[in-house]
């Protein structure tokens, strides 16, 4: 059987995802053509061969319409030939564009594909693909979930509830994700994945929303962000404890991975990353909403024949400190394995960039760190969650 191999890897700096931000300045085709333009350039490849280019993004409106993936192909000045398509998973986007390029190489429809991912959250910001007054779920959803769907946070709420995870406790895990994440930088741990944006103000080269200062006394004087009186009555349950502190920030980023089959690779040169081992989507209560990641990564590991003993690294996406803490207490997984340079907590979670975002940094850590297997899940809207291992060829 056919295998695919990641051969390059590359991200932005994430910068903050308003007006101000870092990267504020660049249009969101802009961003994710110069990440492309890393990618090609970084690898060596003749951009002809690309079969395919396929890109993530969640708010698919404004400037982040009409496929925003084959303009940035075409911004960055690569061959008109080659054909691109945006794909919308929710969070996972970028994630699932990764999962349809290795799944294609695999069946023998691409040799060299490109899976990448956009959002630029200060210029398109979240929901604006759904207007005021507008309904997208319609009357059969209404029916089939009585008092309708509700907002990630109140989501994240009723995991907190669920699981018993106090307000400290979420707080700690950011503190801590902000704390990898700012060692990572200071030991240029992610220099040799991100690719630094030419901006009107300057060169943007770190992530902007790191915090290593963050106290918890700091974290304790912010307010809940979710609070609602409805919502209260509906889930008497909910203490109120998630908080802009101990969730992701809102983000500007774009990020890029490229595949190939394993003969390919090795045709033209190119060193492998890692190999795409196994594959999993699966989908959960859609009110409950970002519990996927548990059958996400039940799934996966029973399809690779791994043990989570054999898995070296995590990268599980900070949505909400309680998904990843309910996924900790679930798994029993080693927490000195699980995002090791921080997370979207600290890092950002520029939604439709952010599953090849977090596959970057893994891919890079395992080289890094020596790892041979590592797995890679995040909730997304709707009840769903992508799962994918990743394994060490050298």
Not at 1 to 26: C, H, Q, Y
Not at 133 to 155: K, L, N, T
Not at 359 to 375: E, K
Request: hydrophobic residues 45%.
């Amino acid at each position: 059987m056919r295998d695919a191999v990641i051969v390059e890897a590359v991200r932005t700096p994430i910068g903050k995802g308003k007006p101000g931000g870092s990267l504020s300045a660049v249009h969101p085709v802009e961003l994710l053509a110069h990440t492309l333009r890393a990618l090609i350039g970084r690898s060596g490849v003749d951009p002809a061969l690309v079969d395919d280019v396929i890109g993530g993004c969640v708010d698919q409106v404004g400037e982040q319409a009409m496929n925003t993936t084959r303009y940035a192909w075409l911004a960055a000045g690569l061959p008109e030939s080659v054909p691109a398509t945006t794909v919308d998973r929710q969070c996972g986007s970028s994630q699932q564009a990764v999962h349809f390029a290795a799944q294609g190489v695999i069946a023998g429809a691409y040799d060299l594909v490109v899976a990448c991912g956009i959002e630029s959250m200060s210029r398109v910001p979240m929901w604006s693909n759904v207007p005021p007054g507008a309904d997208p779920f319609g009357a059969a959803i209404a029916a089939r979930y009585p008092g309708g769907p509700i907002p990630q946070g109140v989501s994240a709420e009723l995991i907190a509830a669920r699981w018993s995870i106090a307000r400290e406790a979420m707080g700690a895990f950011a503190l801590d994700s902000h704390a990898k994440a700012a060692h990572a930088h200071a030991a240029s741990w992610f220099e040799a994945e991100l690719a630094p944006v030419p901006t009107p103000g300057g060169i943007v080269t770190t992530d902007e929303s790191v915090r290593p200062g963050s106290t918890p006394e700091a974290l304790a004087r912010l307010r809940p962000s979710f609070t609602d009186a409805a919502m209260s009555a509906r889930f008497p349950q909910i203490e109120w404890s998630v908080t802009a502190g101990n969730s992701s920030p809102i983000n500007d980023g774009a990020s890029a991975v490229l595949i190939a089959g394993g003969e390919t690779a090795a045709r033209l040169g190119l060193r492998p990353l890692a190999r795409l081992h196994s594959f999993a989507v699966t989908g959960s209560d859609p009110l409950l909403m970002l519990t996927g990641v548990l059958p996400a990564t039940e799934k996966v590991l029973r399809r690779s024949g791994l043990s989570l003993a054999d898995i070296d690294l995590f990268e599980v996406n900070e949505a909400f400190a309680s998904v990843v803490l309910a996924w900790l207490q679930e798994t029993g997984a080693d927490p000195a394995k699980l995002n090791v340079q921080g997370g979207a907590i600290a890092l950002g979670h520029p939604l439709g960039a952010s599953g090849t975002r977090l596959m970057t940094t893994l891919v890079h850590a395992m080289r890094r760190r020596g790892a041979r297997y590592a797995l890679q899940t995040m909730c997304e809207a709707g009840g769903l969650a992508n799962a994918t291992v990743l394994e060490a060829l050298d």
